[in-house]
């Protein structure tokens, strides 16, 4: 007979965890019990050695299916002559934490039950259990317990209590666990005032969506805008309510059946979709879809998902084959979560409501991820996702990075955990920058984290980079402050999610980060790990004509590259690619680029692409971030056949490339006027780019003999572009790296930021 304290740190706490320790010390012979603390669970158990051992080993290995067990320990004590394994009270212990867990989405059994006329909860919107059911966005504390979430306003009625305190139950400590008797409900409101509750609001609902009608329907981070995927009317009216002319609509639909309907469907793309995290995943659409041409104009991709909420379910069970879900929410502003929000905010755009009187703790939109290269790439990581967090291959001090300024996160670290929040979304907006700063003392408050640290982006305007000088510069004058170049942040994120410590040769293409020498970069080849990086190859320099202005404007783009070429006197041809603009207006941005005036130097393959859709005529402004490149490879996706690339024109300065896209233009402006067509030139364009980064790398391996490559920045979120380029540089022996855990884009560099910031000040 022997005892042992077991200490098991990781996702087990709203898991069923407990009831499963519980089970597996009875199939052991065990005594002891187990509790929740503010670090995880700590078991205690008394037996003979072997069922110990046996005990221990299977504890971690055969843990329930949302559970993680990071670390665990053992230690021998004196058995104490128990003689019963009993669940004990949670013990709350200063300093320590807890990983909390992202929302789970329904259970199979859940689901069963909802949809069962013999169940008592048939057709109940909030049923759930310990496997399934809202987490991070109902909790307001640790350790995981029902006053510590949104569920303390409700009393479980005398069922619901029973099976609450039945550790051979399912729903054993399942905090979110109400009924229709006792839990939340659903209510439907109109813009008129008419009013249903229960079962009558949700039959409203869904015969409002059959009617072409546009409902705000609450769901378990927020706010979504519903509407009938397949009605062309009702999508163009929520279109031009929420101002959002051609960004494509995430969709929804009940089965993986009703998914084919519309959408190709790989089984990893499968698989993915049915994860408890339940993402949006973008898929390739059929020609012979019935979903509306407005859900994605232009695009031969939908952005799908699975139902994760009940809501979701009976809402879907019907007749359609997909209802529109998108993020509710005033553009650029955070995703509205409370029904008092929704009547103020949405009122021009919803001409209904499906609310429930569960309060949403902390609002959390949809996680996005695309098939690039064989393997899943995030492209929005927040639902199902945060905040787990990411394993640092090394320890960290205590850290808090403060990402960038568009598609925003931050991150916190402690030991080798880099906690990335869900996605924020542009600082510049008012309400967006608040809901930030909130996060942020969530976190810290939720993970017990006082940062030493504080890293930040080198751009000296963001509002992520002031708000890091005013931390160490004010109240917390005891932080250090690191400021870490944009796109060596990029190449840290990459290096951190895939584990490696040792140099890569970094890759960045994106649309704009501040660079070192204080112009603008986004073109960059460099050898980088998380100490330094040296910057050895980028596209040569052009004027951004306006500015922030260029961004938005894709021609300008287009005319600062012409000038490069032709000089200033465009000749009629080329003064015909601006037709779409009044000639005045034309001459004036061109004036920019003669005087260098307002038109600050930049290296970005993000603007070069924006460059090439404008003289292509795919797009002349922006209505989204990213749209004219969006539309070049979708353009270029139409040849399925390989075509050669453009040239570029190389210069050498020891160790260091300039790459000049003069070439390029020369003979693509010769394919548009012998009319190639379109595609064929845009297909073109990809693979230069591909070669492009193929050459560089093959130069920085001549003179580093590196071969792993980390690519990242938001131009590698292009299909295309990415398939091309990891085929190219496999076939020429290198090891690309690409993101599987955090986004390419800007949403992932809080993660390079701590990682490079915490290895920097790691202990010896």
């Not at 221990?56 to 329930?64: G, L, W």
């Not at 209590?161 to 109400?178: F, K, L, V």
């Not at 229709?180 to 509750?197: E, M, S, T, V």
């Not at 292009?718 to 020429?732: A, G, P, S």
Request: hydrophobic share 35%; with cysteine.
């Amino acid at each position: 007979m022997i005892g042992a304290l077991i200490t098991l740190r990781g996702v087990v706490q709203g898991v069923g965890f407990r009831p499963f320790v519980h089970r597996l010390a009875r199939e052991n012979d065990l005594a002891g019990s187990v509790r929740n603390f503010s670090g995880g669970v700590v078991i205690e158990v008394e037996g003979s050695r072997d069922r110990v051992e046996e005990f221990y080993r299977r504890v971690s290995e055969d843990a329930p299916p949302m559970a993680n067990v990071v670390t665990k320990r053992i230690q021998s004590q004196p058995p104490r002559g128990l003689e019963t394994f009993s669940v004990r009270e949670s013990a709350l212990v200063d300093e320590e934490f807890v990983l909390v867990p992202p929302d789970i989405c329904l259970c199979r059994r859940c689901q069963e039950e909802l949809l069962d006329p013999r169940d008592r909860r048939h057709r109940y919107p909030f049923i759930n259990c310990t496997d399934c059911g809202p987490r991070f966005t109902i909790i307001s504390d640790m350790p995981y317990d029902r006053p510590m979430t949104t569920m303390r306003a409700f009393n479980m009625c005398d069922q619901c209590q029973r099976e609450y305190e039945d550790i051979e139950d399912r729903r054993y400590h399942a905090q979110p666990n109400a009924c229709p008797i006792c839990g939340p409900h659903l209510w439907f409101r109109d813009q008129k005032g008419y009013q249903a509750r229960g079962e009558k609001a949700l039959q409203e609902a869904i015969e409002r969506l059959r009617r072409g009608q546009i409902v705000a329907v609450k769901g378990i981070g927020g706010f979504h805008f519903c509407c009938d995927a397949t009605n062309d009317q009702a999508v163009a009216r929520l279109r031009r309510r929420k101002n959002r002319p051609t960004k494509p609509l995430a969709i929804m639909s009940l089965d993986l059946n009703r998914v084919r309907s519309y959408c190709r469907l790989s089984p990893a793309e499968e698989q993915l979709l049915s994860t408890p995290m339940r993402p949006i995943v973008i898929l390739e659409r059929r020609a012979d879809s019935p979903i509306a041409a407005q859900v994605a104009p232009g695009s031969n991709t939908l952005g799908v998902m699975l139902p994760y909420a009940p809501v979701h379910v009976l809402l879907l069970e019907g007749d359609p084959v997909a209802i529109v879900a998108t993020s509710a929410n005033l553009s650029d502003q955070p995703l509205v979560r409370s029904n008092q929000e929704a009547r103020e905010q949405l009122s021009q755009i919803a001409d209904a409501y499906l609310f429930h009187n569960r309060e949403i703790h902390t609002s959390c939109d949809d996680s996005i991820f695309r098939f690039i290269a064989g393997q899943p790439m995030p492209i929005r990581r927040a639902r199902g996702y945060a905040p787990s967090p990411i394993r640092l291959p090394f320890e960290s001090p205590p850290i808090l990075a403060c990402g960038g300024e568009l598609k925003s996160t931050f991150c916190l670290t402690r030991e080798d955990n880099a906690f990335l929040s869900q996605h924020i979304g542009d600082l510049k907006n008012a309400e967006t920058y608040q809901f930030y700063l909130n996060m942020i003392q969530r976190f810290q408050h939720l993970f017990r984290v006082q940062p030493m640290i504080v890293a930040h982006d080198l751009h000296p305007q963001y509002l992520s980079t002031r708000f890091a000088r005013e931390l160490s510069e004010g109240g917390q004058k005891e932080l250090k402050r690191v400021a870490v170049q944009h796109h060596h942040a990029h190449v840290g994120a990459c290096m951190a999610e895939n584990g490696v410590v040792e140099p890569v040769i970094g890759v960045v293409f994106d649309g704009l980060g501040y660079g070192a020498d204080g112009h603008i970069w986004g073109a960059e080849f460099m050898v980088a790990d998380y100490k330094a990086f040296h910057r050895m190859g980028q596209l040569r320099y052009v004027p951004l004509p306006g500015g922030d202005v260029a961004n938005r404007e894709p021609w300008r783009m287009a005319l600062s590259h012409l000038y490069s070429l032709c000089g200033p006197e465009l000749g009629t041809w080329e003064r015909s690619l601006f037709s779409h603009l009044n000639a005045q207006h034309l001459e004036g941005v061109l004036q920019m680029l003669v005087r260098g005036y307002n038109a600050p130097l930049v290296s970005s393959m993000g603007r070069l692409f924006d460059a090439v859709s404008s003289l292509l005529g795919l797009c002349q402004h922006n209505t989204y971030e990213g749209e004219a490149a969006v539309n070049l490879q979708v353009t270029a996706e139409n040849i399925s056949d390989p075509l050669p690339g453009y040239s570029w024109s190389i210069s050498r300065k020891g160790d260091y490339i300039t790459v000049d896209p003069n070439p390029l233009f020369s003979e693509l402006l010769q394919d548009l006027r012998r009319h190639m067509t379109i595609p064929e030139i845009a297909r073109r364009f990809h693979q230069s780019v591909a070669e492009l980064v193929g050459l560089g790398c093959r130069h920085i391996r001549a003179v580093s003999n590196l071969s792993r490559v980390a690519l990242s920045g938001g131009v590698f979120q292009n299909k295309l572009l990415t398939e091309l380029t990891v085929d190219l540089l496999r076939r020429d022996g290198f090891e690309p790296l690409l993101h599987q855990k955090v986004p390419p884009n800007d949403g992932g560099i809080a993660l390079g930021q701590a990682a490079v910031a915490g290895y920097q000040n790691r202990k010896p």
